[in-house]
């Protein structure tokens, strides 16, 4: 599975931007996927994930109620809607999947496959 992550860009804080990942590859509709960020001289952490066999989605505590992952299969592209966007949320957003599970997982070394990040900044 190819991963590739776009719509990343520069944005005022409370402002809002839409990620992207498109996938291709292996049947996508198959795997947990997931969104990862890593701030300046921060480790990389979990941020959404939704499975692959009914939709729940998981989110960090610091981000649910302000992003929302969903999944369109048919394009094979996951998406990360974020909004009310803090200078806390800048860093590298990356996608990832996880194949034999169909729930996402927090810890990063759970995935098998990754996207080759996109930048967030957002501006006080």
């Known amino acids: 599975v190819q991963l590739v992550d776009s719509g990343g860009g520069l944005v005022q804080a409370g402002g809002s931007l839409r990620l992207s990942c498109a996938a291709s590859g292996r049947p996508f509709s198959a795997y947990a996927m997931a969104w990862f960020r890593q701030g300046p001289g921060k480790e990389r952490e979990f941020v959404a994930g939704i499975s692959w066999s009914d939709d729940s989605t998981y989110y960090a505590d610091s981000v649910r109620g302000r992003f929302t992952i969903s999944r369109d299969d048919a394009k094979n592209t996951v998406y990360l809607q974020m909004n009310s966007l803090e200078p806390e949320d800048t860093g590298v957003y990356y996608c990832?999947?996880?194949?034999?599970?169909?729930?996402?997982?927090?810890?990063?070394?759970?995935?098998?496959?990754w996207g080759q990040g996109t930048q967030v900044t957002v501006s006080s």
């Open positions: 990832s999947a996880r194949r034999g599970s169909y729930r996402p997982s927090p810890r990063s070394y759970d995935y098998d496959y």
